[in-house]
């Protein structure tokens, strides 16, 4: 499919086919995930499947009411990993070897001291990794769409609950639950603002 088609086929999906989801479909999302672009290049995402009937039905009972959790055949749990952040020296100099900063000012300036200077507290922390995982979250829905299944973004969980379902560690913050099926509705676009209601300004 072309992306545009994509962009405008995809939707929100809340109700699933029981077929299950091929398992080279399954690895085509998270490729779409593993290729996403990311702040210094940390892939801070991390993965869990959830695909056993007990384990679905379980996950949906940490949520508030998304029921579809338990009924679609696959539920990816999209997580930040916090110790990535420590691994930043590395991905740069990774970076730099593959000649990413060729040519630019990146080339010149002393990442490290500059990333040492502005180094973030936890809270700024979380939410630079979960921006980061937001991108491969929506590769990975963008893709599903793609390959013909829907998918939803589900945020309205207990995060607690989650990770102490899936034995999740400290160092892991749930972003998102996304479900994956084939689509047993054809739900219309949703309402979106205008072009000018988003656009500010051009200056
Ligand atoms: C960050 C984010 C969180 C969301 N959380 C939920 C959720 O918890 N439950 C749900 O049913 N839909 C959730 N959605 C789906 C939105 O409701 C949906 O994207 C929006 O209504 C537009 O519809 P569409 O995706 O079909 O275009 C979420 C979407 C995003 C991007």
Known sequence: MELKEVLLRRRSIRRFRPDPVPEEYIMELLEAARLAPSGTNLQP?????????EMRQRLSECTYGMTFIA?????IVCCADLKSIEKRPQRIAE????????????????LEDYLKQRSMDINAARAYLSLNVAIAIEHIVLRATDLGLGSCWVMMFNQK??????????????????PVGFPDQDPPPRPRLKVE???LKRV
């Not at 995402?45 to 009937?53: L, M, P, Y």
């Open 95 to 110: 970076l730099r070897q593959a000649g990413a900063f060729a040519g630019t000012p990146l080339e010149s300036i002393n």
């Open 197 to 199: 209601d988003i656009l």
């Open 71 to 75: 009924q679609a055949p696959v539920t």
């Open 45 to 53: 995402w991390r993965f869990v499947i959830v695909e056993s009937r």
């Open 161 to 178: 609950e989650v990770k102490k379902l899936l034995g999740l560690g400290e160092e892991l913050i749930v972003v998102a639950l996304v």
